[in-house]
C-alpha cells in the first residue's frame, strides 16, 4: 500500500509537475471567467517554474544531500559490495532488448571498480521492478548483473536481490538475503543524492555498511546557476523526491532518523 500510494504522490509533488498542473489550471480558470484566481495562478506558477528552472535552488537542495555522506578512505578488507537498483532504466531495456543505463548508470561503473580492488568481495545487486506495474522476469538486479558479468565480473561473485522496490526494502530485503547478521563491514554503492535515505533505511538493520557515494550532480559548494533550464528543473525534481523521501519514510516510522549524519 505504501509503496503504491507513494509512487502516486511522487507525481503530484515533483515540482515541475506541480507548477505545470497550475498552469494548466490557471488557463482553465481564465476560459471559466474566474479571471482573478487565474491571474494569480498564472503568475505564482511562472514565478515557480523560473525560480525552479534558472535559480540555484534546486542545485543547492541537492548539493546539501549529495554533502551529506563524503567519501571515506576505505579499509583493507570487506565483506561485500552492496550496490542499490536505479542505475538501469527496465522499461526501455525490455522493451529495445537491450541493457539501457539511465542518469545513475554510475552506480555500475563504480561498483566494477570495487570489484577490482576487492577481488574476494561479494557482490550483492538490490532492486527489483522499482514500478508500479512491469515485466516481473527483467529486474534491475538481473540487468545490472548482465551488465558487471560483460565488465568482466565474475558470474559467481555475484549474488541478486529482486524484491525489493523502493529504499528501505533494499535494507530490509539485503539484510534478509544474508540471512542473519553479516559479519564485517560492506560498502553501500548508490548516487550521492540518494545516500541520506539509503543510510538511514540501512541502520536499521544490523548491516555495517561505509557509505560509498557516486553519481555527483552538483559542484561541492552547491549553489550553481544552472546552464539550461531543463538542468535546473531536473535538479528542483531530484531533490524534491529525496527530501519528500526522507520526510515520508520517517514519518511512516520506517527510519529512526530523519536526516542521518556520519557521525551517528
Given amino acids: 500500500m505504501f509503496f503504491a500510494l507513494s509512487q502516486i504522490l511522487d507525481f503530484f509533488l515533483t515540482p ?3 507548477l505545470l498542473l497550475a498552469l494548466l489550471a490557471a488557463l482553465l480558470f481564465w476560459i471559466l471567467k474566474i479571471r482573478k484566481l487565474a491571474a494569480a495562478l498564472g503568475v505564482v506558477s511562472i514565478i515557480g517554474l523560473a525560480l525552479a528552472a534558472w535559480s540555484p535552488l534546486g542545485p543547492f537542495a541537492l548539493g546539501v544531500l549529495e554533502n551529506r555522506f563524503p567519501r571515506t578512505a576505505l579499509p583493507d578488507d570487506v565483506a561485500g559490495i552492496i550496490m542499490l537498483g536505479g542505475a538501469v532504466d527496465t522499461h526501455i531495456s525490455y522493451d529495445r532488448d537491450a541493457l539501457v543505463l539511465n542518469e545513475a548508470g554510475e552506480r555500475i561503473v563504480e561498483t566494477r571498480i570495487l570489484a577490482a580492488r576487492y577481488p574476494e568481495a561479494v557482490i550483492i545487486l538490490s ?4 514500478h508500479l506495474s ?7 538486479s538481473a540487468l545490472a548483473r548482465r551488465a558487471l558479468i560483460d565488465a568482466g565480473v565474475v558470474a559467481e561473485r555475484l549474488a541478486m536481490e529482486e524484491l525489493s522496490r523502493n529504499t528501505c526494502e533494499n535494507a530490509r530485503e539485503t539484510a534478509a538475503a544474508l540471512a542473519g547478521p553479516a559479519p564485517g563491514t560492506w560498502i553501500l554503492v548508490t548516487s550521492a543524492s540518494h545516500m541520506p535515505r539509503a543510510v538511514a533505511c540501512f541502520r536499521t538493520t544490523d548491516l555495517a555498511i561505509i557509505p560509498y557515494p557516486v553519481d555527483y550532480r552538483t559542484k ?3 549553489g550553481d546557476w544552472p546552464g539550461t533550464a531543463s538542468i535546473g528543473l531536473a535538479a528542483t525534481d531530484l531533490a524534491a523526491h529525496e527530501w519528500i523521501g526522507l520526510m515520508s519514510y520517517h514519518l511512516a516510522g520506517f ?4 536526516f542521518p549524519s556520519p557521525e551517528n
Fill in 134 to 140: 512491469n515485466d516481473s522476469s527483467l529486474t534491475e
Fill in 255 to 258: 527510519t529512526q532518523e530523519l
Fill in 127 to 130: 532492486g527489483g521492478g522499482g
Fill in 220 to 222: 561541492f559548494a552547491g
Fill in 16 to 18: 515541475s509537475n506541480v
